[in-house]
């Protein structure tokens, strides 16, 4: 019972630190990284709404709504909070274009953006507060991931979904005030909401579902919140107690003291990796690499003999497919992926799609791709995702580079400007048209918005 009551108490500490982010202002760094993940998740949720799962997911919730103060991506009907998060999870996860944190092995943003917007529009929250709920959830986000560690990934078990639930609890509850003992029941409830396994990447078709784990994760975290704020209790030793998530996923192999190691001094939101392309992360630096040994211009398939590519042997292993069969296989595929960045643009949405795919063109390239497992790749997995690349083209000659840290990564991220390039881009392809610009503005300025309906209403179109 003592050993219980003192892994309990690495949960506590994370959350008490949680709840006293909405105290004072965050320390400028932090804010101004938190309005960069916002900014680029919103970008990746007005042009994720335009896909068919998005749809088809906005179509079901509008069936079932109930109607509510919160906003959708693209849709002029008020949600319920946990209709809205369900609703934007779905659609920022929709197209392999949202943040990552490597080390943990979890995108955070398509979580914790979601359910902390839900929670603010429900509570009328101000910007300031919003801005907690974001630091609050991509730290929770990543300590539990990192507790866990790589064995229930390396199980089949998609992490943004087991952890996402009760790190959008914590954001959820942040933003709305929890005290501690309501936020240990909305942990303890959402614990319980934990799941997604990975057979979208098993090669029998991904289908539409892994879209569909943020969204869950999101509405599942809402829920929870209010179901804490209502009364509704929950264990306060699901988290890291006995028969808790960290032990029922991770058994021995848990490492509990993540969950409060260095807090305040640790900022996890500083190691978020924001992508260039719609691709798996193991994916971005096989593509960044090619492009650069390609040159400004498309090689021919009749150009390029073979591609030899070193890389962790977990991408080796689930990311080989050479024959994807819809857009989330094609985004997990190296040999489709690689044949893309060389023949054609990896980042045209439409490369991906399934006439596209249909195209033997574009696979003329997979049967010439070699994959290996690189040792120095291997050896930072999952800290850092490295790529070694070979080319040899027709005519005799050879290209080579290596990079262990892609563009985007926190080593080597995106600047400003292209963060709100990216974002312009992709929100000029939201279903409704959007002022992006004042969006853009709105995100800057979110520390002094007194309620973030200032915000939202305008991602509705």
């Known amino acids: 019972m003592k050993a219980e009551t003192n892994a309990s108490q690495h949960a506590l500490r994370l959350l008490e630190f949680a709840s006293t982010l909405a105290a004072e202002p965050l320390p400028k760094g932090i804010a101004a ?14 042009f994720g709404a335009s896909q068919p799962w998005s749809r088809i997911m906005l179509d079901e ?13 693209g849709c002029e009907q008020g949600l319920s909070p946990v209709l809205a998060a369900l609703a934007n999870g779905n659609a920022i996860h929709g197209f392999e274009l949202d943040d990552l944190i490597p080390a943990a092995l979890i ?3 398509t979580v914790i953006v979601p359910a902390v917007l839900a929670a603010a529009e429900a509570s009328g929250a101000s910007g300031r507060r919003v801005l907690a709920g974001l630091v609050a959830g991509y730290e929770a986000a990543a300590r539990i991931s990192l507790a866990l560690g790589v064995e229930p990934s390396q199980r089949g078990f998609h992490k943004t979904g087991v952890v996402g639930p009760v790190a959008g609890a914590i954001a959820a509850g942040v933003v709305t005030g929890l005290a501690i003992p309501q936020l240990q ?22 289908g539409m579902v892994k879209r569909l784990h943020a969204g869950r994760a999101a509405e599942a975290g809402v829920r929870a919140a209010q179901l804490a704020r209502r009364g509704f209790t929950g264990p306060a030793t699901a988290l890291d107690g006995h028969l808790g998530l960290l032990e029922v996923f991770s058994g021995a192999s848990a490492q509990r003291e993540h969950l409060s190691q260095a807090l305040s001094e640790r900022w996890f939101i500083d190691d ?12 971005q630096g096989v593509a960044q690499l090619l492009l650069a040994l390609r040159g400004p211009q498309p090689l021919s398939p009749a150009q390029v ?26 985004q997990y595929s190296i040999p489709y992926c690689a044949g893309l960045a060389l023949t054609a643009d990896p980042g045209d949405p439409k490369a991906f799609l399934l006439e596209a795919l249909a195209d033997p063109a574009a696979h003329a390239l997979s049967e010439r791709v070699e994959l290996h497992v690189d040792a120095e790749s291997e050896a930072v997995y999952p800290n850092r995702f490295g790529s070694r690349i070979r080319l ?23 600047t400003d400007s292209e963060v709100a390039q ?24 979110l520390d002094t918005l007194k309620n973030v309906h200032e915000l939202t209403l305008l991602l509705r179109g």
């Open 33 to 46: 990284r938190a309005k960069r993940c916002l900014l680029d998740n919103l970008g990746c949720g007005l």
């Open 61 to 73: 919730v509008l069936a079932d709504a109930s109607k509510g103060a919160c906003t959708a991506f």
């Open 107 to 109: 995108h955070p943003g």
């Open 185 to 206: 029941s909305a942990v303890g409830l959402a614990c319980s909401m934990a799941s997604g396994i990975k057979a979208f990447a098993g090669g029998g078709g991904g």
């Open 272 to 283: 978020v990796w924001i992508k260039v392309y719609p691709l798996c992360g193991w994916i």
């Open 305 to 330: 003999k073979k591609v030899t590519i070193g890389t962790s042997a977990f991408a080796v292993k689930h990311n080989g497919n050479r024959s994807p069969r819809d857009e989330m296989e094609a």
């Open 392 to 414: 040899e083209l027709a005519n005799g000659e050879t290209r080579q580079a290596f990079t262990l840290d892609p563009h985007g990564t926190a080593t080597d991220p995106l």
């Open 422 to 445: 990216k974002f312009l881009r992709l929100a000029r392809l939201s279903p409704r048209a959007v002022d992006a610009a004042a969006i853009q503005r709105r995100v800057e300025d």
